[in-house]
């Protein structure tokens, strides 16, 4: 079964350069959520999206940082003008509808960003 | 705001027991949860209690939860080196997630 699915894997980039960090959610899960995981620490929440509801942005760090989700279902965070703090692990994770009886994160393997 | 806080390592004999503490501060928390993490990969759910429960066991692992105290611990009996991992701590009111540190755990031969 497909669970959530993340690319790249890993990507390294320049300094000042765009990156584009895809998330594939599981069919049918309403929420989807982007954290962030900097070495040896805990999970900085980014980004919120539940349905067609405006998202929830107050995790995002600064204007560099936008996410977007289509048609509900696939989602893409990007962070422009790349800074060397911005190297971290990002991690996807979905949700389904809220009668699910666990309320559960099901999360991807995440995109590694090595920023130089 | 809320946080959620855990001791960062846990060193353990293999067999021996673990046990892995957590508080928090959301008092409105519905759902508490643990998950692991293995290296190179993403966040799974271990298990997970209600905050109107106390106690809760499956197979080697039991979660205990003190709501008075916001305290929430997870033991797992007969630690093997596959239970080697990173173990993070989370509450949740059923729309908003807050992790801690985690905990890695590192089982010795």
Not at chain 2, 12 to 24: H, K, M, Q
Not at chain 2, 30 to 59: C, H, R, V
Not at chain 2, 92 to 103: H, I, L, M
Request: net charge negative.
């Amino acid at each position: 079964g497909a669970g959530v699915s993340q690319s790249p894997s890993n990507k390294v980039t320049e300094k000042g350069k765009d990156v584009e960090l895809r998330c594939d959610p599981i069919s049918g899960h309403t929420a989807l959520y982007w954290y962030r995981q900097s070495l040896g620490q805990g999970l900085e929440f980014l980004i919120y999206f539940q349905g067609n509801s405006a998202p929830d942005k107050s995790g995002l760090p600064s204007d560099r940082f936008s996410a977007e989700r289509t048609g509900g279902s696939v989602s893409t965070l990007t962070i422009q003008r790349t800074q060397q703090e911005d190297s971290a692990v990002y991690l996807c994770a979905s949700s389904p509808p809220q009668t699910s009886n666990t309320g559960e994160l099901f999360f991807g393997e995440g995109s590694r960003l090595t920023v130089l | 705001g809320e946080d959620v806080e855990q001791s960062l390592f846990l060193s353990v004999r293999e067999g021996d027991s673990s046990v892995i503490n957590c508080t928090y501060t959301d008092s409105s928390s519905t759902y508490l949860y643990w998950y692991k993490q293995e290296p190179g990969a993403g966040l799974q759910l271990l298990t997970y209690i209600f905050s109107n429960m106390d106690m809760k066991q499956d197979q080697r692992l039991t979660v205990l939860l003190n709501k008075k105290d916001k305290h929430l611990s997870l033991r797992i009996a007969d630690t093997q080196t596959g239970d080697s991992a990173i173990y993070f701590c989370a509450e949740s009111d059923g729309q908003n997630f807050v992790f801690g540190p985690g905990t890695r755990l590192s089982v010795l031969p």
